[in-house]
């Protein structure tokens, strides 16, 4: 599901026209939104007023502005909060405001929403079929009001669901609890971890749900999670929760706390919270051959290499994450506001990406929605980027200039602004290190240097130099890394 399908049409099409900005850049031509969207001109104009006049009424300083060419042009001040500008367009929305209501008023009738939300029994019902189109993927549907299928499944969509439509304070405002605060801290102390603020908001959201949930235990389904349940019983990690889980939900009376050990283990080892040891992953144990499996698909697609040994726990960690919400989570929520890590990737990477979730489909026998695909490429890609990272030698950067000292100092400036975007780069002025790139205005005063490569100043900081040097950077990394990846 992508949450723009819960807004309605001209919403989504003013979300539309924001993610052409954003993927185009800050200034767009008319007849390019209306040509990309395949809506007449008239109606671009129009939807331009209107999201215009949406993000005025949100911020003071955001518009819409027209320039010359038929060019349009945004303007985001720096405190302008994307997810909030979202979540008043998602409020709005009657899929979106009957799910929410689905969930926060259980007790009510259906006669009471229909009330609440201004609809008829027969709009009602309309948008219950559109939304169980929606949830298909997740293989739960919406019936007398109520999500059925299986916990496991309710619980991962409510939890993608608030966490990518809600702003972080009104999670907070909903979902804290004193008691599950202290509930995470015997967590961190039980399994010796210590958790990030934004680990801790997540978790605090799903302990949230949980205790929600409990109001539905004499109609959850539990089934299609027993197998997994009885192979995750002798996990050492899945014993230290289940104690403590045991402990604290006994007061709530509940009777099936082990299931909710294993949604919780789930969900950390998905969170990237859990991270599992070797022996673990080289274990027969049915849950983490599953895991191992998947683990192997994707590393050999990425890179057909075995990791150095000071990596592998960690790059396991990270496709551990990715096996458990292909293999055990069905279906996927994916965010206007989420980062989209396939924007910003060369293609190698976007394609290698897209193979390797498409071999761990295969593998495991599933069918991935497109929003799941989209999502599982997405963290493949911060993968690659890690292990890139982690393989690329130092790059050692020499810059040398002859000219004035303001002029020397402004050249020496530029160039380093337009390196700082890359990894591993250092800065160095020493005649005896061996420089990745040397650069330098007059080949002359490079003598007693030692570099690999040499890189003359045409003289200028412009955009044809910034392009000459962000090529001969990435030839040298691209060198470095194939050099190390034959060393490994």
Do not use: C
């Amino acid at each position: 599901m992508n949450l723009m399908q819960l807004l309605e049409k001209n919403q989504q099409v003013h979300f539309q026209i924001l993610a052409m900005f954003f993927r185009e850049g800050s200034e767009i031509s008319y007849k390019k939104i209306a040509k990309k969207l395949s809506v007449s001109a008239p109606t671009v104009q129009k939807e331009m007023q209107n999201l215009t006049a949406s993000l005025q009424a949100f911020h003071q300083d955001a518009m819409i502005s027209n320039g010359e060419n038929d060019r349009v042009h945004l303007t985001l001040p720096v405190d302008f909060d994307l997810r909030e500008f979202l979540y008043q367009y998602l409020s709005e929305a009657i899929d979106f405001k009957i799910l929410s209501y689905v969930f926060f008023h259980r007790e009510e009738s259906t006669t009471k929403m229909m009330l609440e939300l201004v609809l008829s029994e027969a709009s009602l019902f309309r948008h219950f079929k559109t939304i169980n189109t929606l949830l298909a993927e997740f293989e739960i549907q919406l019936k007398n009001k109520k999500l059925v299928g299986d916990e496991r499944q309710i619980r991962f969509f409510f939890f993608q669901f608030f966490a990518e439509s809600f702003p972080a304070a009104k999670i907070k405002s909903h979902f804290s609890r004193a008691s599950t605060d202290n509930l995470i801290r015997v967590i961190e102390g039980q399994l010796a971890i210590k958790l990030s603020k934004g680990q801790t908001a997540r978790l605090s959201l799903w302990f949230g749900l949980m205790e929600a949930r409990f109001d539905y235990r004499g109609s959850q389904q539990h089934d299609g999670s027993y197998e997994l349940l009885k192979s995750l019983e002798n996990d050492a990690d899945f014993q230290v929760l289940r104690n403590v889980m045991g402990r604290y939900l006994s007061r709530f009376a509940v009777s099936w706390s082990d299931y909710e050990t294993l949604y919780l283990y789930l969900f950390l080892l998905a969170e990237g919270i859990i991270v599992p040891s070797l022996p673990d992953t080289d274990s027969a144990h049915f849950f983490w051959s599953q895991i191992s499996k998947s683990n192997t698909v994707l590393l050999q697609a990425l890179n057909d290499m075995t990791p150095g040994r000071h990596q592998e726990e960690v790059l396991f960690s990270m496709l551990t994450t990715i096996s458990v919400q292909s293999i055990y989570q069905q279906g996927s929520i994916v965010a206007f506001a989420e980062l989209q890590p396939e924007t910003v990737s060369n293609t190698h990477d976007l394609t290698t990406s897209q193979q390797a979730i498409a071999a761990l489909a295969k593998q495991s026998g599933q069918v991935y929605s497109a929003e799941k695909i989209q999502h599982l490429v997405n963290e493949l890609l911060l993968v690659q980027d890690w292990l890139q990272v982690k393989q690329e030698q130092k790059f050692i950067v020499g810059i040398l200039l002859s000219q004035s000292q303001l002029r020397s100092a402004f050249l020496r400036r530029f160039l380093i602004k337009e390196l700082a975007g890359y990894p591993n780069i250092h800065f160095e002025e020493a005649p005896t290190v061996v420089y990745d790139l040397l650069i330098v205005d007059h080949p002359e005063i490079a003598e007693g240097y030692h570099y690999k490569k040499q890189m003359i100043l045409t003289g200028g900081a412009n955009p044809f130099e910034e392009a000459r040097l962000h090529a001969i950077v990435e030839e040298i990394r691209r060198n470095n890394l194939e050099s190390e990846l034959e060393r490994v």
